[in-house]
């Protein structure tokens, strides 16, 4: 059974890094055909991805917050951890992570399959 | 503003047909799969239909999928009062590299 749980702070300062973890079961990250992606949905708005990161440590940003973002993983940990920086109000979110099925290097055919509850993360000074 | 367009809101009665459509373009929904998520607030997303029109394991027959050129539509059947929940569409998206997804269509079951 594949379970994903994030973990990290409920609220963060403007200007300040977020870090959050994504504790995950069930499956290997060293596994052809796996993948992580975070994805975050602001109140009342839509889902939107951040970052991937695949099996074989290839990684994808989202365009738009490419230069804010860093996703990493500890295979030995079952861990994958996205850092955010220059935080701002309109970054609050509930922010989930994702376990990816797919092929290979497939990469536009991987998809998320189970996803984590999510963590709400407030930006606010 | 999503990338795919859905309505926000669809409503049925128990027992009854509801289909949701979702929008898109050439570099995503007309030239990669769809997949379906169902969601409540406070829940983990759950995948619904994946490639299209695939169902995984648990998700019942009520639920199907189907795609043609750059829309896409989940169709629930049989309607019941615990569909009630948040539907969302995503796609591969060729020009940004990653997936996007529709805005979310809130069911009612009247």
């Known amino acids: 059974q594949i379970t994903l749980k994030e973990s990290g702070p409920t609220l963060v300062k403007p200007t300040q890094t977020l870090t959050l973890t994504c504790t995950f079961s069930g499956f290997s990250l060293s596994t052809s055909g796996v993948g992580v992606g975070w994805i975050r949905q602001p109140p009342g708005k839509a889902l939107e991805w951040l970052a991937l990161?695949?099996?074989?440590?290839?990684?994808r940003y989202s365009p738009s917050l490419k230069s804010r973002l860093t996703i990493t993983k500890d295979t030995s940990k079952n861990q994958v951890v996205l850092t955010m920086t220059n935080m701002d109000p309109v970054d609050t979110a509930t922010y989930y992570c994702a376990h990816m099925v797919g092929s290979g290097t497939y990469y536009y055919n991987y998809y998320m399959d189970v996803w984590g509850k999510g963590t709400t993360v407030t930006v606010s000074s | 503003q999503s990338v795919l367009t859905q309505p926000p809101s669809a409503s049925g009665t128990p027992g009854q047909r509801v289909t949701i459509s979702c929008s898109g373009s050439r570099s995503n929904t007309g030239s990669n799969y769809v997949h379906w998520y169902q969601h409540l607030p406070g829940t983990a997303p759950k995948l619904l239909i994946y490639?299209?029109?695939q169902r995984p394991s648990g998700v019942p027959d009520r639920f199907s999928g189907s795609k043609s050129g750059t829309s896409a539509s989940l169709a629930i059947s049989g309607l019941r009062s615990e569909d009630e929940a948040g539907y969302y569409c995503?796609?591969?998206?060729?020009?940004?590299?990653?997936?996007?997804f529709g805005g979310g269509t809130e069911l009612t079951v009247l």
């Open positions: 490639r299209n029109n």
């Open positions: 990161i695949y099996w074989d440590d290839e990684r």
């Open positions: 995503a796609a591969w998206d060729d020009i940004l590299g990653g997936p996007v």
